[in-house]
């Protein structure tokens, strides 16, 4: 999984001028440099380890993980057989909703980053969603909806937080950590998502910034005034101080310091992980879905110039702003996904990943048994953190076989799910859809998932949709691509699915997973 990946010496072209688009994920750290057609010329991969150090709690150690982007830059670069000077732009896609905060005078940070699947701010997610306080809030923002007719405040009207919202950890991290809250009370504290602190590091302090994207997924942004929130942070009493401005998609953000590489390596794109698919797998109209499926399941659809808020659990996004351009999302995700896969992997139900699909299609069906993939909660529609993951239906007969073929169909059902709130709640005619990220290679969820939908659902040659995507936008900022039609001219589908089987056909399994689902809702205690 992690070392470089190189392309026949015959096949470089050591002159041209090359973009590095780097994704730092939940579980794997990937970059790719690509020349002007789009082909990847060299690769490297490093895996991501999370920590647990409580129940519920997922972290992740930020010089470790500084010393493997380093390393996947350098080696990606050795890879492609070029020099670094010939990197016309460094562009950053990074996991959403992780975050770090650390000392402005010194650098040094004074907690881990803890992750956006982190659970820590359970019991005060749920006393604030109950309190007299968001009560008032949603009752206020009713009545002005109905004095104004303002989508703004209809999407207050129905807001609640969420633990994979920055907003509520950050505030938990305030209340619980008193290093913290000194640093606040001097002014000497800096808060940031991977993003950040990535672009803080590679400069060395000289820039402190992020984009439209990633500062929507925080819980702390307004989308429709496309700025910091007042009302959130004053209810969370955060100060606006800590945050940082917030540019565009695609520009330039700074360069590296040259004590790194020996080349001042310009940084011209910061995007969060799942708005670069989306531009990366080309969905630049209005109606356009991406599902990706990885660590977890997000899908999105482009909403056009204008947020659009949800009652079952899509959230508006600001897909990317290049210039007075501004691409809006609602996306609705499923935190476990990849997740559920590796989990069976360390059990030893399979050896390799490539197994599953045949062992799936080795059966007709999985005979009753069910599998929850709710390891850090379920999220849209139901958005219940205390829930567990579970296994039903077991019997004698059962196998592993029976086992893995359940846990795939979890993750059908659950694109499903999210499909059918879409449909109903966003009310936008879905033009295409795409799929990407690591599960996307088994074909047995990806037909299974095109049944279920009754959609065409096109898989791309490339999977690494976060890393092109922030090539792409890199390489727009500098003029290595023209615009966006160039890069849909280079886009390569390797398959699409097509539904085979009506949905009827699954309903029964539908039903029966969606009752093991209820079964295991408010397993856990808040706390």
Not at 286 to 292: A, E, F, I, N, S
Not at 448 to 464: A, G, N, Q, V, Y
Not at 467 to 493: I, P
Request: aromatic share 10%; glycine share 8%.
């Amino acid at each position: 999984m992690s070392g470089p990946r190189g392309v026949p010496e015959q096949e470089r072209s050591p002159y041209a001028g090359f973009v590095l688009g780097l994704d730092v994920g939940s579980s794997v750290i990937r970059g790719h440099v690509y020349d002007r057609a789009g082909r990847v010329r060299g690769s490297s991969a490093q895996k991501v380890e999370s920590l647990r150090p409580q129940a519920g709690w997922v972290e992740i150690d930020p010089a470790a993980l500084w010393v493997q982007f380093v390393a996947v830059i350098k080696e990606s670069v050795k890879a492609a057989g070029i020099d670094m000077k010939q990197l016309v732009g460094l562009g950053i896609s990074t996991q959403r909703a992780t975050f770090l905060t650390w000392d402005k005078t010194t650098g040094s940070h004074f907690h881990n980053f803890i992750g956006w699947q982190d659970l820590r701010a359970a019991e005060l997610v749920k006393a604030w969603n109950s309190s007299v306080t968001m009560k008032l809030l949603h009752s206020s923002c009713r009545l002005l909806h109905l004095l104004t007719r303002s989508k703004r405040f209809l999407a207050a009207s129905s807001f609640s937080f969420t633990t994979q919202h920055v907003s509520m950890r950050l505030a938990w991290v305030l209340q619980n950590l008193a290093e913290v809250q000194k640093a606040v009370e001097e002014e000497n504290c800096c808060f940031g998502t991977v993003d950040t602190w990535l672009l803080y590091k590679l400069t060395k302090g000289s820039e402190f910034a992020t984009d439209f994207s990633n500062a929507s997924t925080t819980g702390l942004f307004d989308p429709y005034e496309m700025c910091w929130s007042g009302l959130i942070t004053s209810l969370l009493s955060i100060p606006l101080s800590l945050l940082p401005p917030v540019r565009d998609t695609s520009c330039r953000f700074g360069t590296v310091d040259e004590e790194l590489f020996g080349v001042p390596v310009p940084i011209t794109a910061l995007v969060a992980d799942q708005q670069a698919a989306m531009f990366g797998e080309c969905c630049f109209q209005m109606g356009d879905v991406k599902l990706t499926m990885g660590t977890g399941t997000f899908l999105d659809i482009n909403t056009g110039s204008r947020p659009q808020q949800s009652l079952g659990g899509f959230y508006p996004l600001i897909g990317w702003k290049i210039g007075p351009e501004v691409v809006c999302l609602a996306e609705g995700n499923a935190g476990d996904t990849g997740t559920a896969i590796t989990w069976a992997q360390r059990l030893d139900l399979f050896t390799d990943a490539a197994e599953t699909e045949t062992m799936a299609t080795s059966l007709e069906d999985s005979e009753g048994v069910y599998f929850v993939p709710s390891f850090n909660g379920l999220q849209a529609p139901l958005n219940d953190p205390c829930a567990c993951a579970s296994f039903m239906g077991l019997k004698p007969s059962t196998s592993k076989v029976h086992l893995v073929r359940a846990i795939l169909e979890s993750i059908a059902f659950r694109n499903k799910q999210l499909f059918e709130v879409m449909q109903k709640e966003i009310r936008i005619p879905v033009t295409k859809i795409r799929a990407d990220g690591g599960v996307c290679k088994n074909s047995f969820v990806m037909q299974m998932t095109s049944d279920l939908l009754s959609e065409d659902i096109e898989r791309p040659t490339h999977l690494d949709m976060s890393c092109l995507g922030a090539a792409s936008l890199a390489g727009l900022a500098v003029g290595f691509w023209a615009d966006k039609e160039e890069l849909r001219a280079l886009r390569r589908s390797d398959v699409v699915f097509r539904p085979r089987r009506q949905r009827q056909h699954y309903a029964a399994s539908m039903e029966g997973w969606a009752r093991a689902v209820r079964r295991s809702m408010n397993w856990y205690s808040a706390s």
